[in-house]
């Protein structure tokens, strides 16, 4: 298995065979495997990998490879260990300290962890007889130090490893910070990251082709060459990530490449990336890549404490769903909360360039000492917050976003005679403003919003208009990137970036000057253009067109979403529950939480949707927590009922879900038609039940999946884990998947051994099972079910 290996090799310091590992140690490991040993355990040590981890500790210096705890005994030790360090360990999954709300009687061998979920990795380690063996092989010691400081796998076949301890490598994956005792810089350290059409940056692992030569920097390199020169590896030498002093190798990852032999890996989360000029990058007709050059020159300004690091793209999903009636712009927008004064314009250079919040009015506020590059560019931001004073938004909303005829905004509310007339809403459903009008209503602000001494030049207004006017004809979950904003804009062309005048501008300067304008055009657009969307139109998807984005200016959405509610309380029959009735209601147990409704335009009428992770009603640090043991019943009960449709496929009748069942139903039915000798005539009929959505009757439906599900006679297991799997081109891709199966009698928990039910479903190749969280037992499903639905 090759290919995972070279996986966790670039995320692990080491990846050795246990027998390895272990000889190691001392003379004593040389006798892990002996004549005469049982399969199950041969089979354990030619399968099982240890991998150190970053910064792990070493292990015992002379271990004594003597046992004194048994299998149950030790394992349940390490879990109280790791529970007690609060360690994500896939070990300790399932289980926590014991509190006072949560009682309840200890685990044995333990004296305060509780087990709320069944872990089967633990399960199957506690009584397996290979495990048993190993233990009495090394020791207390050496067992208890690979499970509790090291992460071991166990090859699956055909290219798989299933992992047993450890911090779970799907958040390895995600964490791309550098390794300890490492820079990012030398010539072959890093390499610019990739980015899809939405911005997206791509993790990639490059690792070095058979044969190829390997180059200064990469990890695991040869020294530098004699013939280098002295002042070449003094600079390499004191050239570190932030500017400081550091002599190690560059963090770099491993793996096989189809196009590079150099090593790659990014080095935050976040990379702060330099914007590029299209004539300067020699790369014409694609992109610039951003964050793949190394610092030269003085280290960059420290950021301020708590100001955010520095965004990389802009998204649609900003500006999507802001209900209100109201066309103007909120008392809160940066713009209209500052004064059109020099002190404004600092107040503001600090929020767009530093990072900084501005502080509430009349509050006390320490000055800072501004640097001489934003000194200078206040009287062009005063310019910009007095133009924004004067600026008639409301007019040219009018000018270039007209009503057209049976939809004016002063109408109001709507009367019972017309919410029963559906050709009004059909009216209201076409008064949608088209992407270009939209964009018209934007250049025209942004004309008279922005000085133009910040352009610089025509060349970079119409840039960024044309930027803008793909910003707004983008999708749902589309993003614009910052390399694609600051694509082949003239720096040269603004002299307020400067820091102080000057024909000549050496390389970092004129770097750092990419930068500055990177931070402000990603703050035009993502501030002040998504706030004039936000403030003027509702902006929702539709149910024929899931990913184009329609324009709505808020005074008509107010009229739509008038007719939509009236129509959803006459069709479902709803009422409005008093203080009294919903306090009773959320008191008497389990029911759904209170979220908020929303209207999704179809061709002729309005669809209700239900947005459950958003609760009213909820502080905002509660949200997710309130809204998670919802959404996890109903991908349970999702999970169970998918897996009695597979398990029966009689329940669905002549419903098919997809287009493999389609195929199959067709191919069925067109292999009886040509047995036939002579063929019947065949008549087509499209049928529709209207208002099958808002009309389901929900005790009927309770009813019909408790009798699919029968919870008095039936018990499910569901099964989470992680699928960590090596793309093409050294990319990582990683998903989260549930298993389903029913209780099997005589194994740990109900649930039978890992191996044997994750096997069938990870056979795919380079991939790593790691157990995402332990395995749920599902029964008595249809308790709640009324609430849930």
């Not at 001392?26 to 970053?54: H, S, T």
Request: proline share 9%.
């Amino acid at each position: 298995c090759k290919a995972v290996r070279a996986l966790l090799r670039s995320r692990y310091r080491e990846v050795l065979p246990l027998a390895t590992f272990v000889r190691r140690l001392g003379p004593e490991g040389r006798q892990l495997v002996q004549r005469g040993d049982p399969a199950a355990f041969r089979a354990l040590v030619a399968q099982c990998l240890v991998c150190v981890p970053w910064g792990a500790r070493p292990p015992p210096s002379a271990p004594s490879f003597r046992q004194v705890s048994c299998l149950k005994e030790l394992v349940a030790r390490v879990v109280q260990r790791l529970c007690e360090r609060g360690a994500r360990n896939v070990l300790a999954f399932g289980f926590a300290l014991l509190d006072g709300a949560r009682g309840g009687p200890p685990v044995a061998f333990t004296t305060s962890v509780r087990s709320y979920l069944p872990n089967t990795v633990t399960e199957t380690l506690r009584g397996s007889g290979a495990w048993g063996l190993l233990l009495r092989r090394v020791g207390d010691d050496v067992l208890v130090h690979l499970l509790s400081r090291c992460s071991l796998y166990l090859l699956v076949a055909p290219s798989c490893a299933y992992q047993v301890c450890g911090p779970p490598l799907y958040e390895l994956c995600a964490a791309t910070e550098a390794r300890p005792g490492q820079t990012q810089t030398g010539p072959g350290s890093k390499r610019p990251m990739p980015h899809n059409s939405d911005g997206e940056a791509r993790v990639s692992l490059r690792l070095p082709d058979q044969g190829a030569k390997r180059r200064p920097g990469s990890f695991g390199s040869s020294p530098p060459s004699a013939k280098r020169r002295r002042h070449e590896q003094g600079r390499d030498l004191q050239q570190g990530p932030d500017g400081q002093a550091s002599g190690a190798h560059s963090g770099s990852v491993h793996g096989p490449s189809d196009h590079d032999s150099r090593a790659v890996a990014p080095t935050k989360p976040a990379m702060e990336a330099t914007s590029s000029v299209g004539e300067r990058s020699g790369t014409r007709g694609s992109y610039p890549l951003v964050g793949g050059t190394r610092h030269v020159g003085p280290p960059p300004t420290p950021r301020p404490a708590g100001a955010s690091p520095p965004q990389m793209y802009v998204e649609t999903k900003h500006f999507l769903y802001c209900s209100g009636d109201r066309e103007r712009l909120h008392p809160s927008f940066l713009l209209s909360s500052l004064p059109p004064s020099l002190t404004g314009a600092r107040a503001l250079v600090e929020t767009i360039f530093l990072g900084s919040t501005p502080g509430r009015a009349g509050a006390p506020r320490r000055p800072r000492r501004l640097p001489p590059r934003y000194w200078q560019m206040r009287p062009l931001f005063r310019e910009l917050l007095g133009n924004h004073a004067r600026c008639p938004y409301a007019a040219l909303l009018r000018a270039h976003c007209p009503v057209r005829g049976g939809a004016d905004p002063a109408a109001g509310a709507c009367t019972p005679k017309d919410s029963a007339c559906p050709q009004r809403l059909v009216r209201l459903l076409r008064q949608h403003s088209s992407p270009w009008q939209v964009y018209a209503f934007l250049r025209a602000c942004l004309h008279r919003l922005v000085p133009a001494g910040l352009w610089g030049s025509r060349h970079n207004e119409r840039r960024f208009l044309r930027n803008t006017k793909k910003f707004v004809s983008l999708g749902k979950r589309a993003r614009l990137s910052r390399q694609e904003l600051t694509w082949r804009m003239k720096v040269q062309d603004c002299a307020w970036l400067g820091s102080s005048p000057g024909g000549c501008v050496p390389a970092a300067e004129h770097r750092r000057r990419e930068e500055v304008l990177a931070r402000f055009l990603l703050w035009l657009m993502g501030v002040c253009v998504a706030e004039l969307l936000r403030s003027f139109f509702y902006v929702t998807e539709t149910t024929f067109q899931k990913n184009r984005l329609f324009f709505y200016r808020k005074s008509v959405w107010s009229q739509l979403q008038s007719l939509g509610v009236r129509q959803h309380l006459e069709r479902v029959q709803l009422r409005e529950l008093s203080a009294a009735e919903l306090r009773r209601h959320r008191e008497a147990g389990p029911a759904l939480p209170t979220s908020k409704l929303r209207f999704i335009p179809k061709p002729s009428g309005l669809r209700p949707i239900v947005n459950m992770d958003y609760i009213v009603g909820a502080r905002t640090f509660r949200r997710a927590t309130r809204a998670q043991p919802f959404s996890a019943s109903v991908k349970t009960l999702f999970s169970v009922l998918n897996y009695e449709r597979t398990r029966r496929p009689g329940l669905l009748g002549a419903s098919v879900l997809g287009l493999d069942d389609i195929y199959r139903a067709w191919r069925a039915f067109a292999l009886r038609m040509r047995a036939r000798d002579a063929a019947p005539g065949l008549y087509f009929v499209k049928v529709d039940v209207t208002g099958a959505y808002d009309a389901i009757p929900q005790d009927r439906l309770a009813e019909v999946v408790a009798g699919v599900l029968r919870p008095q006679e039936n018990t499910y297991c569901v099964r989470r884990y992680a699928t960590v799997q090596r793309a093409a081109h050294g990319h990582v891709r990683k998903s989260f998947k549930r298993h389903v199966l029913r209780a099997v009698p005589g194994h740990p928990a109900g649930l039978p051994a890992v191996p044997a039910a994750v096997q069938p479903v990870l056979r795919r190749h380079g991939a790593e099972a790691v157990p995402r969280d332990t395995a749920g037992r599902v029964s008595r499903l249809c308790a709640p079910l009324a609430s849930w639905l």
